[in-house]
Structure formats: C-alpha cells, structure tokens
C-alpha cells in the first residue's frame, strides 16, 4: 500500500489585490491532520506547494508525481486552497451555463498556460485506477463542478480572484473529446458552483472555513462516519456560524470514508 499527497496552499499572488490569509495554515493543519494526527500518511510521502511554487507548471506536475503507479488499495490525497473562479467554456455542448469552474494557481491571468479547469482536471484525474482511494479537497470559490478589498483583521473575504471576468479574454483553452464520466473518487467542495468561499479568521487564526470544519468533524468522528455525512455536518458547522457556503461531495468513492 502506497500512501501520498499533494497539499497546495496560495496566500500570496503578485496582485496584492489578491492576497488570502489562511491558504497555507489550510494544508498545513491538513498535513498535521494526516500525518501526525491520524498516522496514514508519512510525511516523507507529501509535497506542499506554496505561494510562488504553485504555478499551473508546479501544480500538474506534482499531480502527476502524485497519480504515478498509483495501485488498487493505495491512498491518494489532493488538497487546494487558493483562489478560484469561473470562465467562459469553450465545450458549450456540454456546459448548460457556458461557464468552466477553475483553479487560479499563483501566476494565473486567464490563460491556457495558467489556468487549470474542470475539464483539463478530469483529463488528469482519469488515470487513477479503480479501487484507489482517492479524496480531493478544493477549498476555492465556485469549487462544485470541479470533477478583494482589502479589509480589517479579523474581517471574513473570499476567495474570489480579482481581475477573472478580465482574465477569460486571454483564454485560448480546447480540449476535444472531453471527459465527462464521474470522477473515480471524491472531490469535497467549499461551495457550490455558483457560490464563494470564505477565507475566515477563527479562533485567533486565518483559515478556510471549510477546512476549518472539515478538519473539526474528521477529528471527532474519525472514520466512523460517511464522507457524505460528514460534508452534512460541515454545512450545519458552516451555517451555525454564518458562512454562505454549502459544502458539496461527488464522484464515486468505493470506500465512502476519508480513510480506508
């Protein structure tokens, strides 16, 4: 059994405009979470990509470190907090709002080198062989579907990427046969595709909300329920404490628990 993760945490983008605060405190409770906590993965089996490091170059070559010789039985985890955003599609045929849900790594400005979409994920993603146990977590805005002012401490923003309805004039992206089929694992979204995801200050610390609270409702009931019982929780968690976000699960998961 071979056991690995990808955790990619963005605070830092050259608009200043842009800047989050709780992105890489996410993947490093994440990395605590899962290592020292829960003692499934080894942390000589996880890279992090932070700031600077997570270009769209840096990220999908990591993925594919990630996904190699992956075997039935083996753990994979993909783990964002960043920014995302939605932009035109370029597959209308199979997009009823003729939008694309993204990811905005570190030197994203709209275009194919930079940007990482739903569809080029699913192209990424299709390699993983079935009975890997593979979870992705993508704590960004408008995250379902993926298969800033500034403002006074303590102040909730989201992680919205200032300039992306810009950015999609730049978009040259195509892709032919476009993979479609669900994704062989879980995606654990911060909030449904038409919605933002809070980068929040909790308990005297910057975080995503929702990593917050999926951490929180992994540390007390462990296993011992369902991902999609979990993610209910989440939103009950999210919503108790006035975040507009609903959290989403998808895909096909053969095991429905975070762990094996």
Same mark, same amino acid.
């Given at each position: 059994?071979?056991?690995?993760?990808?955790? +990619?945490?963005?605070?830092?983008?050259?608009?200043?405009?842009?800047?989050?605060?709780?992105? +890489?405190?996410?993947?490093?409770?994440?990395?605590?979470?899962?290592?020292?906590?829960?003692?499934?993965?080894?942390?000589?089996?996880?890279?992090?990509?932070?700031?600077?490091?997570?270009?769209?170059?840096?990220? +999908?070559?990591?993925?594919?470190?990630?996904?190699?010789?992956?075997?039935?039985?083996?753990?994979?985890?993909?783990?964002?907090?960043?920014?995302?955003?939605?932009?035109?599609?370029?597959?209308?045929?199979?997009?009823?709002?003729?939008?694309?849900?993204?990811?905005?790594?570190? /030197?994203?400005?709209?275009?194919?080198?930079?940007?990482?979409? /739903?569809?080029?994920?699913?192209?990424?993603?299709?390699?993983?062989?079935?009975?890997?146990?593979?979870?992705?977590?993508? /704590?960004?805005?408008?995250?379902?579907?993926?298969?800033?002012?500034?403002?006074?401490?303590?102040?909730?923003?989201?992680?919205?990427?200032?300039?992306?309805?810009?950015?999609?004039?730049?978009?040259?992206?195509?892709?032919?046969?476009?993979?479609?089929?669900?994704?062989?694992?879980?995606?654990?979204?911060?909030?449904?595709?038409?919605?933002?995801?809070?980068?929040?200050?909790?308990?005297?610390?910057?975080?995503?909300?929702?990593?917050?609270?999926?951490?929180?409702?992994?540390?007390?009931?462990?296993?011992?329920?369902?991902?999609?019982? +979990?993610?209910?929780?989440?939103?009950?968690?999210?919503?108790?404490?006035?975040?507009?976000?609903?959290?989403?699960?998808?895909?096909?998961?053969?095991?429905?628990?975070?762990?094996?």
């Amino acid at each position: 059994m071979k056991n690995k993760a990808l955790l +990619v945490g963005i605070n830092k983008y050259p608009d200043p405009r842009n800047e989050l605060r709780g992105c +890489v405190n996410d993947i490093l409770d994440m990395e605590h979470f899962i290592t020292e906590t829960s003692k499934v993965y080894s942390k000589e089996n996880i890279k992090k990509l932070t700031d600077i490091q997570a270009t769209k170059k840096g990220i +999908v070559t990591q993925i594919k470190w990630l996904i190699e010789g992956a075997q039935p039985g083996d753990q994979l985890l993909f783990h964002y907090s960043g920014h995302g955003a939605q932009l035109p599609t370029m597959q209308e045929a199979i997009e009823k709002d003729g939008l694309d849900e993204v990811i905005c790594p570190y /030197d994203f400005n709209g275009s194919s080198d930079t940007t990482l979409r /739903d569809k080029e994920f699913a192209y990424l993603f299709a390699g993983i062989p079935k009975g890997v146990h593979f979870i992705w977590i993508s /704590d960004s805005c408008h995250a379902e579907d993926l298969s800033r002012d500034p403002q006074m401490p303590g102040c909730n923003q989201y992680r919205y990427f200032r300039g992306a309805k810009e950015a999609y004039q730049n978009t040259d992206f195509a892709m032919e046969a476009p993979i479609t089929r669900p994704l062989n694992g879980a995606l654990l979204s911060a909030c449904a595709s038409s919605e933002l995801s809070a980068d929040a200050f909790i308990n005297n610390r910057y975080n995503g909300a929702f990593t917050y609270y999926l951490i929180k409702n992994l540390l007390q009931y462990g296993n011992s329920k369902p991902l999609d019982l +979990v993610i209910q929780l989440v939103n009950a968690d999210l919503s108790h404490n006035g975040y507009d976000q609903n959290p989403q699960t998808e895909g096909l998961l053969e095991n429905r628990n975070f762990f094996l």
